[in-house]
């Protein structure tokens, strides 16, 4: 049969990324403005009210006259980049404590965890560099809980496990339209697929349809979002 | 990037006109509620696209061989490979069904633009269905591909609402690349970044399989 080359070998995973920061430089002041201090205090909470919670589109005449100045849009990235960092240290974060407690049993099942967890840790380190880049202070790494879906078992910890990779692949596809950049576009997009493909592989495992909304893949908002995560997070 | 013409004829009607985001001008506003007729079409989609008034068509019709391509991939792996277990026909069903509904969008919308949707390709998947293996690593080929040829062409999208639909397609075939890569033993992402390919890089992968 003939194989198809999907991707190149040595292509620089990170190049998209890396690239992310040339255009906007100039809005690091408003950014700083915008977002200041929130990385330090640390809590999404903190981050949340430093940064707005605004994410819901603009039905209406959203960007008729859309102006071709960095500013505002530069902003609103920033803070798209900073909330998906978040959500990744989150996710990181669990799979981490998921491993180390070694509650789950299943070998196979047990190095799905690992990879995804590896995933997890690669989003991070490029969203945070990102935001660097770009001039703005990446989001604190938020204190987790974690303690109850832990002490569940194998079981409860898979099914959480599927529902964070869900939430993150709603998460990503509820912003997609919000971005402006092309590059963080495209970023994002990336990083989108890949939650998209840990999500089915955890509903495999817990027995889940692998397309809970169907052919066409739903959106999230930031602050459903936010509310979903919210139990995780040590205020 | 120059003018690119598609070698297979199945492609003919889609003309890479650079790629440009100047190059997917406008070419009708639809009314809102005009894709309602198709009933297969997912409500968050066929809201997105009737909303979107933007053209975009020559990428949708690119998504939709691609789209076609996959269908029919399903349609016939489905009818052919013999030795298939329950949870690969179970598996290949589920994908087989919402590649059937991505067709079904994306005609609507190429339609409700004012564009004229691509016909279906003529196909040949050649020794893709001697085995349940066989059948499964060209699944799987073909999700990694989907998920490339979505993630580079988001970019490229003109109107917001129709990069939101394409959004929730693209996750689907994300979705499906997951899953069939757990089946197999695989690994579930094969990197951290699902990178974006190039139209081009695209139509070479899937010339294999379109029947001249």
Known sequence: MSKLRTREPGDGEHAALDQLAREDEGSRAQFLKLCGGAGAAGALAIFVAACGDDDETSGGGSSGGSSPEGGASAKGDLKIVNYALTLEYLEADFYEQVL????????????????IGENEQEHVVALKATVQQLGGKPAAKPTTNFEDVLA???????????????????????????????????????????????????????????LPDGAFAKPATMSEVLKMVKPFIKA | ??????????????????????????????????????????????????????????????????????????????????????????????????????????????????????????????????????????????????????????????????????????QVEGRHAGAIRLVRGEQIAPSAFDKGLQMQEVLDAAKPFLKA
């Not at chain 2, 070698?7 to 009708?28: D, N």
């Not at chain 2, 998947?125 to 690593?137: I, P, R, T, V, W």
């Not at chain 2, 580079?152 to 693209?170: E, F, H, N, P, Q």
């Open chain 1, 100 to 115: 180390a407690s070694g509650e789950v049993k299943n070998k196979k099942v047990g190095e799905v965890a690992k990879s």
């Open chain 2, 1 to 170: 990037m120059s003018k690119t013409r598609m070698a297979a004829p199945e492609l003919a009607s889609i003309e890479v006109k650079g790629m440009t985001r100047e190059s997917f001008l406008m070419r009708s506003t639809i009314a809102a509620g005009s894709v309602y007729g198709v009933a297969t079409v997912g409500p968050f989609v066929r809201e997105a696209f009737a909303q979107g008034g933007g053209g975009d068509v020559d990428i949708l019709n690119y998504a939709l061989t691609l789209e076609f391509l996959e269908a029919a991939f399903y349609t016939q792996g489905l009818q052919r490979v013999s030795g298939l277990d329950r949870e690969v026909k179970q598996l290949a069903t589920v994908i087989r069904d919402a590649e059937d509904e991505h067709v079904a969008a994306l005609t609507a919308t190429i339609k409700d633009l004012g564009g004229k949707p691509t016909k279906a390709p003529g196909v040949d998947f050649g020794q893709a269905f001697a085995s349940k293996d066989a059948f499964l690593e060209t699944a799987q080929t073909f999700e990694d591909l989907g998920v490339g040829a979505y993630n580079g062409a988001g970019g490229l999208i003109k109107s917001k609402k129709v990069l939101a639909a394409a959004g929730s397609i693209v």
């Open chain 1, 152 to 210: 569940g078992g194998e079981k409860k910890i898979l099914e959480t496990a599927a529902s964070v990779e869900n939430l993150g692949a709603a998460a990503y596809l509820g912003q997609a339209g919000n971005i402006k950049s092309k590059d963080i576009l495209a970023a994002a997009l990336s990083i989108h697929t890949v939650e998209a493909r840990h999500a089915a592989a955890l509903n495999t495992v817990v027995e889940q349809p692998i």
